[in-house]
Each structure stands twice: as structure tokens, then as C-alpha cells.
């Protein structure tokens, strides 16, 4: 089955400065990788997503860069803001069927 | 965006007992719905997979007797952790998906289980 790893496990950055979170997976039939916001108590919120048919993608302060031959993709948030503190889960799957969840990032933003 | 809607939120439970948590697709169908298991501090672990009619795809180490998932419509699908232990004290996530249509996985808010 898939494997999915994510680095690191907790994350501090400065508000206004960029975090990086990065995972891999070993399943190269893996085809669509999101990424999940959690907050505490919450169920997981979609905030961006990536299909293996694209090199990168953006909205706003939030990029998804995937490289397919190397099996890692990786979630840059920039201009960082204490709102965007959270859990943050990679998760690859086969065409939207079983998720593979990374084992998450925990990111304080520090005022 | 589509909205995945869990109940209950918490539910505080005697050992021995029987609960349902149930998870609804307020506006789209729900051709796929996933059910997630998730410790403190650890990440989702997928527990089944259930299509609209059909009986789940328990994962591997997962109790098919022991949570019983349903899936009778396109909307509603059920989770029943019977004969509770503490040790099934979790936050369990469904997620759901319209299939035919390839939409995103929208996520349920969770449900926070505690078997005393």
C-alpha cells in the first residue's frame, strides 16, 4: 500500500516569513495529492490540491510544487500570518479513492 | 463549497455499550464515503472505504464486526462501534466524495468518542 512521509514534524516561523512542509509517498499510482488544515477539535479543510498531471500550483499565499519522478511534494506558505497556526496533513491517493495521510505538521506562527 | 456534516460532535459512553455516529452530505451525493480514526497529536488513519450499496472495504487490522459502517443512500452513511472499550476512545473523521463526478474528499467536522 501507499506510504506517505512529511517533514517536519513541528514548525516555527516568524509571521511574515515562509514555512515549507514537505512529504513523499511511494506509490507511483498515486495521482492526486492534497493538502488538509486542521484545527484543534476539527475535521481536516481542503486548502489546497494537486494532480499529478501539473508541476505546481498556486492560490494566494499558499503553492504546491509536485516532482513525479521523485515521489515528494512539498506546500509553501508565504507571507506567513498567526491565523495560518494549525496542523497542516499532506495526503496522496489514487484518483480520489483511499487517502494516505502524512503524519502531519504542526505550525506556530509567532507574532 | 460542499458540506459533510457529523453527528455527534462528542459522545461520552459506558464500556459495553454500542454508538452510532452518523455523516451526512448536506449538498452533493455521496457515491464514496471514508471513514478516518485519529489519536492525539497523530495523523488520520484510514479505518474503511463504503460505496452507496454496497458493504465497506474494511483496511487491514480493522474490525469489520467491531465498527459497523452503512451506506444505504447517497447521504448518509453510519459508523457503530459496538461493544465499546476505552481503548476505542478516539476522534473519528468520515469524509465523502461524489465519485461519478471526481469531486474533492470534503471532510466531516469529527466526532470526539469517549468510552468510560
Known amino acids: 500500500g501507499e506510504n506517505v512521509e512529511q517533514h517536519p514534524s513541528t514548525l516555527s516561523v516568524q509571521e511574515g516569513d515562509s514555512a515549507v512542509i514537505k512529504c513523499t509517498y511511494s506509490?507511483?499510482?498515486?495521482?492526486?495529492f492534497p493538502w488538509y488544515k486542521q484545527e484543534l477539535g476539527k475535521g481536516p479543510q481542503l486548502i489546497i490540491d494537486?494532480?499529478?498531471?501539473?508541476g505546481e500550483k498556486k492560490d494566494q499565499r499558499i503553492a504546491v510544487t509536485l516532482n513525479k519522478t521523485a515521489k515528494h511534494f512539498s506546500l509553501h506558505i508565504t507571507e506567513t500570518q498567526p491565523e495560518d497556526s494549525a496542523v497542516y496533513f499532506c495526503?496522496?491517493?489514487?484518483?480520489?479513492?483511499?487517502?494516505?495521510f502524512g503524519t502531519g505538521t504542526s505550525l506556530t506562527v509567532i507574532p | 463549497g460542499a458540506v459533510v456534516s457529523q453527528h455527534p460532535s462528542r459522545v461520552i459512553c459506558k464500556s459495553g455499550t454500542s454508538v452510532k455516529i452518523e455523516c451526512r452530505s448536506l449538498?452533493?451525493?455521496?457515491?464514496?464515503m471514508f471513514w478516518y480514526r485519529q489519536f492525539p497529536k497523530q495523523s488520520l488513519m484510514l479505518m474503511a472505504t463504503?460505496?452507496?450499496?454496497?458493504?465497506?472495504?474494511?483496511e487491514q487490522g480493522v474490525e469489520k464486526d467491531k465498527f459497523l459502517i452503512n451506506h444505504a443512500s447517497l447521504t448518509l452513511s453510519t459508523l457503530t462501534v459496538t461493544s465499546a472499550h476505552p481503548e476505542d476512545s478516539s476522534f473519528y473523521i468520515c469524509?465523502?466524495?461524489?465519485?461519478?463526478?471526481?469531486?474533492?474528499?470534503?471532510f466531516g467536522q469529527g466526532t470526539r468518542l469517549t468510552v468510560v
Open positions: 506509490d507511483s499510482a498515486s495521482n492526486y
Open positions: 495526503a496522496a491517493s489514487t484518483d480520489g479513492n483511499q487517502f494516505y
Open positions: 463504503s460505496n452507496e450499496g454496497s458493504k465497506a472495504t474494511y
Open positions: 449538498d452533493f451525493q455521496a457515491t464514496t
Open positions: 494537486i494532480r499529478s498531471n501539473v
Open positions: 469524509s465523502a466524495r461524489d465519485l461519478y463526478l471526481n469531486t474533492e474528499a470534503f
